[in-house]
Structures are given as C-alpha cells and as structure tokens.
C-alpha cells in the first residue's frame, strides 16, 4: 500500500469542508472542482512545518481562489442567456439533518448570495455558515478584523432583506413534493392547481440550450401555462423525487437523459416558487450518474 503524505492526508480531511466553501461562493460545483484543483497545487508546494493550522490555511487559500473564480464569472453571467440558477447539487440525506448547511446550500439562498459584491459573500459565507473567526477572515481577505466586521454587518443585513421567511419542517416539504410529483406525473391539472400558491413564481435556467423563459413568470395561471408546455411528454419519461441542495426536489428523465431538475420553495403547505434547471451543462454531473455530494462545515 502506497505511503499517504502529509500534504494529501490533511487536504483530504477538509476536502467536503473545502468544497461546500467554493460551492456557497460559486453556486457552482464544476467551479469549485476547478478552484479545488488549484487550491491543492498551491497546497502541495507549502511548507508544512510553517504552517500552524492547516484548516485555517486551507480555508484561507480556497476562499482566495474562489474570490478570483467569482470575478471572473461575473463578466461571463453579464453575457448570460436568461435568468441563472445555481448548479444543483444531489446530496446526502444528513445534509437536511443539519438545518443550518441545508439553508445555506439552498436555491434560494444561493439567489440571495448573488446579490451580494464577492468580498460581501465570502465574508457572509465565512462567518454566518462556517464561524470563522473576524481575524482569520480578514487574513484571507488581505483586509482588517475592524474593516471584516463591518463588511459582515452590511452582509447579515443584506441578506435578511432578501432571503425568503419559510419555516417549514421536511417532512411537510417532502408531502408537498412528493403531492407536486404526483400531479404532474398523472397530469391531474386540478391537483396540479392546488399544490400552487396564487402567486407562486417560476424561474428557469436553459442557457440559451434548452427551452426557457428568459424572465421570471409570476402567477399560478401562467406558471400552470408555461409548466404544460414544457414538460416532457411523449417517449420514456420518468419523474422521481431527490434530495438536491438539502432539501426535496424533482428530477425528469427522458429516454434515459436527464432533461430537468426542479426545485420547490414551499410555505403554507403550497409550493410558492419553483426553480427549474434544463441548461445541460449545469445537470452534466446529475446526469453522469455521480451520487450525492458530501458537504460538510
């Protein structure tokens, strides 16, 4: 059996914590593949004995990547075709267990980080999600604890502002789902209706790929609309429900490819936002078979 160095054991025991950093900066898990790989080439040049906390460190040199990744997506999302929705992500069924990571992983809340400027979001990412102490945070940033904490301050309240007030437990949004699922399988239109709050809103992300709105549709009636025109119909179709970003979702197979992944907000026992991923490139890993994504804080 081959020797494990030091570098790759310590990089291997952060590694799902390193990845769900990228992840929640990036809202993209082939972005932060990429940020990994360049974060454990820097990594394996450095002196261990220099280093007094190699989490921290590991933190510190991913979250710098991530931050140089986050500006250049920026230029590319300026070009992009319709609305963008994060990449989703199948996760283990412990994710939803630790309430806090599952909300931070969330479509929702990762629409949310967007709007945010990238020093802002590695600073909410860093402190509200990981608890990484104002220093180590302002040593990753090349910025002062007193200067961090203030960037923390606008953050938490940025993100107060925007993030949706759900408070809904698992269970009921696994029956909501699993009653959403149900409808659109069977094509019970006025079940289909009742699952739909009033003024649910759908967004959808092709990428100029596959068949999408380019702007959000507000309203049960027209949702209802856009929803008959375009889910797949006819050939070997297939609707099961997933756990995608911790938390119930659905997922649609035609002839064996994996043409959608919806994801549901879910509040008063109705589904009052939808999410829809079609763009290919972003379900690539969804589609290859890959199993669920370990996250960890």
Excluded: C
Excluded at 19 to 45: C, H, I, K, N, P
Aim: no cysteine; hydrophobic share 45%; glycine share 6%.
């Amino acid at each position: 059996m081959s020797e494990v160095r030091p570098h790759e054991e310590h990089f291997a025991t952060y590694r799902n914590l390193l990845f769900t950093v990228a992840y929640e900066m990036l809202g993209s898990a082939a972005d932060a593949e990429d940020v990994l790989q360049e974060s454990w080439l820097r990594w394996a040049e450095v002196d261990l004995a220099e280093v007094r906390d190699p989490r921290s460190y590991l933190v510190r040199t991913v979250t710098r990547q991530s931050l140089n990744r986050l500006r250049t997506l920026a230029r590319r999302r300026e070009s992009y075709v319709g609305p963008w929705l994060p990449e989703p992500l199948l996760t283990a069924p412990d994710v939803a267990d630790d309430v806090e990571l599952a909300d931070s992983v969330s479509t929702a809340m990762l629409l949310v980080l967007e709007t945010l400027t990238p020093t802002e979001r590695a600073v909410f990412v860093l402190r509200e999600v990981f608890d990484v102490p104002y220093d180590e945070i302002a040593a990753a940033l090349d910025k002062s604890p007193a200067a961090v904490r203030q960037v923390a301050h606008r953050a938490r309240g940025h993100v107060e502002a925007r993030r949706p007030r759900v408070d809904v437990g698992r269970g009921e949004q696994r029956a909501v789902v699993q009653r959403f699922l149900a409808a659109a399988a069977t094509g019970d239109l006025a079940s289909l209706v009742e699952a739909l709050a009033p003024d649910v809103v759908l967004t959808s992300d092709g990428g100029g790929l596959r068949s999408a709105a380019l702007r959000p549709i507000l309203g049960r009636d027209k949702v209802l609309r856009f929803l008959l025109g375009v889910m797949p119909s006819g050939g070997d179709v297939r609707m099961d429900a997933v756990e995608v970003n911790g938390a119930p979702a659905l997922r649609f197979v035609v002839d064996g490819v994996l043409d959608t992944v919806a994801t549901l907000l879910v509040e008063d026992g109705v589904v009052s936002g939808i999410y829809l991923v079609r763009n290919p490139e972003k379900l690539a890993r969804l589609d290859g078979g890959e199993g669920p994504v370990a996250l960890a804080r």
